[in-house]
């Protein structure tokens, strides 16, 4: 498996335009999360889904942020209007359902992240 | 979520053993304590995770003492490419539930 994937790996985009950030999670896993990592707040969780159904969403910093994820291989999470403060490494993760396999160890399986940049 | 302390930096030296030891002095009953490794301009990298006693792979080995308060990740003979950021996590697992991911421990290893 090429493991997570995101696109871009890189963003650099102007304030007020909009940005969307891809993922396609690991073939098999229903569990799906959004993380975002900067120096000053380090990696905090965005918002996640189960099957394809957000499940909580209360980390998303505001309005001008939305997910979504309209099948089990593919989510966006997108920005408009971005902002200079939204500048920052965006993550995907996703692990497979504790009901699956009986593993008492569950892990998370991160992409590269895109890095995006606001200016 | 239980609230995990733990060393802001550590330096070792190429060929030794490091220790970084982890406070969860209100870890629940069920809650297990895992190890995430991540390397600059990458993404969180599971390494180990435990409940108690102890657990070894083929990278790490974990300790976990009877009272569950704390835990020791440690890496034998670490070189250059073991300089990272480790995160200890107490959490009920680290599959399905979000992760909480505190400042780490940014291990510098010097040849």
């Known amino acids: 498996d090429a493991g997570v994937i995101q696109s871009p790996r890189h963003e650099v985009t102007e304030m007020g335009q909009e940005v969307t950030l891809r993922c396609k999670p690991i073939?098999?896993?229903?569990?799906l999360f959004w993380y975002r990592q900067t120096m000053m707040r380090g990696l905090e969780l965005l918002i996640y889904?189960?099957?394809?159904?957000?499940?909580?969403d209360s980390g998303m910093p505001e309005d001008r942020f939305s997910a979504k994820m309209p099948n089990a291989s593919f989510s966006t999470l997108k920005i408009q209007p971005s902002e200079p403060r939204d500048s920052a490494v965006y993550f995907c993760?996703?692990?497979?359902?504790?009901?699956?396999?009986?593993?008492?160890?569950?892990?998370?399986?991160f992409g590269p992240g895109t890095r995006l940049t606001v200016t | 979520l239980a609230k995990t302390t733990q060393p802001i930096s550590m330096d070792s030296y190429e060929g030794q053993e490091v220790n970084i030891t982890c406070s969860h002095n209100?870890?629940?009953?069920?809650?297990?304590i895992t190890w995430y490794q991540q390397f600059p301009s990458q993404g969180p990298r599971f390494i180990i995770q435990?409940?108690?006693t102890k657990v070894t792979n083929e990278v790490a080995s974990l300790f976990i003492p009877a009272d569950r308060k704390s835990s020791t990740l440690s890496l034998p003979r670490v070189s250059l490419s073991d300089t990272a950021v480790y995160y200890c996590?107490?959490?009920?697992?680290?599959?399905?539930?979000?992760?909480?991911f505190g400042k780490g421990t940014r291990l510098s290893v010097i040849a």
């Open positions: 993760a996703s692990s497979p359902s504790g009901l699956a396999g009986g593993r008492a160890v569950k892990e998370q399986y």
């Open positions: 073939s098999g896993h229903d569990y």
């Open positions: 889904f189960n099957n394809n159904v957000p499940i909580d």
């Open positions: 209100n870890i629940a009953t069920n809650d297990y």
């Open positions: 435990g409940y108690k």
């Open positions: 996590l107490a959490s009920a697992s680290s599959g399905n539930t979000p992760l909480v």
